[in-house]
């Protein structure tokens, strides 16, 4: 499936499109409609109770989208947030410079200058995409949102360029409520806005996108735990001067290549919550690591998490592992004027931080890129039963009072304790399609056997599993139960 098979298909079915499509859409604006809305929610769900709720010291909060000046000035935002920006010279077009730079086969690093991308530039003769015009010099770009506070406008503010702002900007706040403990982790689900210049590839580079992300707050003299119980669990890493992925175990990570044992533990994790939860083929997931000339100047560490997304051309970028050192805190704190050192077992400490970010409409578009297959005439969306949409659909077989009944007592019991759907339209073959191109795990069919006392299959259903097509006969009053057992 390439991007236009998988926007035809997303809109087609209801997963997402590009808003105010009435109008021609906007470019770099997603809006989801109704099976997308329950696709994102199931993932930021399972991302929440894998990451956070599972370590009493992580909390979820929720901070402000629109942030005051000043904390963006200290963090280094309004200066260095930048990409680089080209222009055309005759018809005023405007460029990344990575973007149009790999339409001629040329790769970039992110932390080269507007001077290295003009150099680059004029030694491969590149001219402008739409009209072959000279391209100006290159210069930054912030990518940031302004917007103006107040009756008279006088105060400025941004829409937050990434959650984890509102994180460090809570910490003191959190720290303190949560009685003077590290490590700390506080989690973020919600929105961050970027003027992107060439937003693209549908929902991979957005202009409003939807961040899950976890900021662990710990001592640096506790950085290397103990591996014991992960050390030969193994995961894909492309290192930033190999040719070719690896796979490392969890010791080899520590040994060989020096990682923190804490930096190792969270790997394996990300891996297993890809691998395990979301059941993405382990080939297809991997690290990639940035070296000191591609990673954010603040960072460490830096490894981005990426999965093989056919539709983006291969291996792409859904989130990263980042260890920022003490930037942040100490950032706000010279900015504030407050010092967010803490106190813990009778020293001073200014906590690291190790990010844990995700892209969740990236993730939205893979989960629909990997899971939905062809298998023959049939189209299916193969997600885990758990991550489906739709727990389940309940059809009535024919057009029968007693019948109607039924599927409607059963519908409404069900939908008490899980996301079912009824459709009573089209051939039951025809419902059976639909259902398997949302993704829908299981079926459950009414029909005369259910409702006639003198039939051996009185008080049964027909349940129908999307992946093998194999049905079978469950007791009515028992369909709750088979289905919780399977969506676990």
Not at 28 to 49: M, Q, T, V
Not at 300 to 318: A, C, N, P, T, Y
Not at 331 to 350: A, E, P, Q, Y
Not at 380 to 399: D, E, M, T
């Amino acid at each position: 499936m390439d991007i236009e098979d998988m926007l035809s298909f997303a809109k087609r079915k209801g997963f997402f499109w590009q808003s105010a499509d009435i109008y021609g859409g906007a470019s770099g604006l997603y809006d989801y409609g109704h099976l997308g809305a329950l696709l994102k929610r199931r993932f930021e769900d399972l991302w929440l109770s894998y990451f956070v709720n599972s370590n009493e010291d992580y909390h979820l909060i929720e901070g402000s989208d629109i942030l005051p000046e000043k904390p963006l000035v200290a963090s280094g935002h309004a200066e260095r947030f930048n990409d680089i920006l080209v222009g055309c010279s005759k018809c005023g077009s405007f460029f990344r410079a990575d973007v149009l730079l790999s339409h001629y086969k040329i790769a970039i690093d992110e932390g080269k200058s507007p001077e290295e991308i003009d150099d680059i530039i004029r030694e491969s003769n590149s001219v402008c995409l739409h009209c072959k015009g000279r391209l100006m010099p290159s210069k930054p770009f912030n990518l940031m949102l302004s917007v103006a506070l107040g009756p008279e406008n006088k105060d400025k503010g941004y829409l937050r360029p990434e959650t984890a702002q509102s994180v460090y900007l809570n910490f003191a706040q959190e720290f303190n409520v949560l009685r003077n403990r590290l490590p700390m982790g506080l989690a973020i689900i919600g929105k961050a806005y970027r003027n992107e210049i060439s937003p693209r590839q549908g929902l991979y580079r957005l202009r409003e996108l939807t961040q899950a992300e976890l900021q662990i707050f710990f001592d640096p003299q506790e950085w290397n735990v103990d591996l014991k119980g992960i050390e030969d669990r193994k995961v894909n890493v492309m290192f930033a001067k190999a040719k070719e992925v690896e796979s490392v175990s969890a010791r080899e990570l520590a040994g060989r290549y020096g990682l923190p044992g804490f930096y190792i533990s969270k790997m394996v994790a990300i891996k297993e919550f890809y691998t395990d939860v979301l059941k993405i083929p382990e080939a297809r997931f991997r690290f990639l690591e940035k070296d000191e000339t591609e990673r954010a100047f603040y960072n460490k560490l830096h490894m981005d998490i990426e999965v093989d997304v056919e539709s983006w051309g291969g291996f792409r970028e859904v989130g990263g592992l980042h260890y920022r050192g003490d930037y942040d805190l100490t950032s706000h704190s010279n900015g504030s004027g407050h010092d967010l050192s803490v106190n813990v077992n009778g020293k001073r400490v200014m906590p690291n931080v190790l990010e844990l970010s995700f892209g969740v409409d990236r993730n939205v578009w893979a989960i629909i890129d990997i899971f939905y297959r062809k298998d023959g005439e049939r189209s299916v969306l193969q997600v885990p039963p758990y991550l489906a949409p739709y727990n389940a659909a309940v059809f009535p077989l024919q057009k029968d009072e007693r019948i109607d009944e039924e599927a409607d007592r059963i519908f409404n019991a069900l939908r008490k304790r899980m996301l079912v759907v009824t459709d009573r339209s089209g051939s039951i073959g025809r419902r059976y399609a639909r259902m398997d191109e949302i993704g829908t795990p299981y079926c459950i069919t009414v029909d005369y056997d259910t409702v006639d006392e003198r039939s051996e299959k009185h008080g049964t259903v027909t349940v129908r599993d999307r992946d093998s097509k194999a049905q079978e006969r469950v007791k009515a009053d028992e369909i709750e139960e088979f289905l919780s057992k399977r969506l676990r």
